[in-house]
Antibody, heavy 119, light 106 residues
Framework: QVQLVQSGAEVKKPGASVKVSCLAS??????MHWVRQAPGQGLQWMGR????????THSQKFQGRLTMTWDTSTNTISMELRDLRSEDTAVYYC??????????????WGQGTLVTVSS | DIQMTQSPPSLSASVGDRVTITCRAS??????LNWYQQKSGAAPKLLIY???NVHGGVPSRFSGSGSGTDFTLTISSLQPEDAATYFC???FGSGRTFGQGTLVEV
């Protein structure tokens, strides 16, 4: 049974960094993505990674600020965002991407982690 | 980046109505288009993948169609529990992008 359990809410000051983790169970090989949602807004794709890191890529919007890692010993995927700004206040989701011949899609999501950036 | 444009931004319909939401990609994406439902305070849930494939456990009143740049999500007979925001998402190429969402009120 696939489960994604994320770490708890965070409050950070502008300029700080935040690390959100996602404990995965029930699978080991699929790509994992990070998606965020600012209050009252839509979904914004941030990036993806795989266990070896060979397919790690991210949106240019986060150039230089985003690092995603996968600890295969604990099957924990982490996302670190640096130099936080107020506009980074959002709920951050991890999501598993499954592949079929016909396409690829996010079939499992974590419960979300609220990150609040405030002075 | 591939841009996804959804319409309408919101709609209000009655129980039993047929509801259609459209999504347009800024370039051809074949059938690499998925639809998600998000209820308030919850993570999105997959409804439709590869444009027209209904995900397991999703009621049969949900259907999807389209290919290339233009796609449609249809709810054949709207139910009270369908009140939610619906997002399209493209999975063509290395990045992923979502439409802005459509809020459905019942």
């Amino acid at each position: 049974q696939v489960q994604l359990v994320q770490s708890g809410a965070e409050v950070k000051k502008p300029g700080a960094s935040v690390k959100v983790s996602c404990l995965a169970s029930g699978f080991t090989n699929e790509d994992m993505h990070w998606v965020r949602q600012a209050p009252g807004q839509g979904l914004q794709w941030m990036g993806r990674t795989n266990p070896s890191g060979s397919r790690t890529t991210h949106s240019q919007k986060f150039q230089g600020r985003l690092t995603m890692t996968w600890d295969t010993s604990t099957n924990t995927i982490s996302m670190e965002l640096r130099d936080l700004r107020s506009e980074d206040t959002a709920v951050y989701y991890c999501a598993r991407e499954s592949y079929e011949d016909s396409g690829n899609y996010f079939d499992h999501w974590g419960q979300g982690t609220l990150v609040t950036v405030s002075s | 980046d591939i841009q996804m444009t959804q319409s309408p931004p919101s709609l209000s319909a009655s129980v039993g109505d047929r509801v259609t939401i459209t999504c347009r990609a800024s370039q051809v994406i074949s059938i690499y288009l998925n639809w998600y439902q998000q209820k308030s305070g919850a993570a999105p849930k997959l409804l439709i993948y590869a444009a027209s494939n209904v995900h397991g456990g999703v009621p049969s009143r949900f259907s999807g169609s389209g290919s290339g740049t233009d796609f449609t999500l249809t709810i054949s007979s709207l139910q009270p529990e369908d009140a939610a925001t619906y997002f399209c998402q493209q999975s063509f190429g290395s990045g992923r992008t979502f439409g802005q969402g459509t809020l459905v009120e019942v």
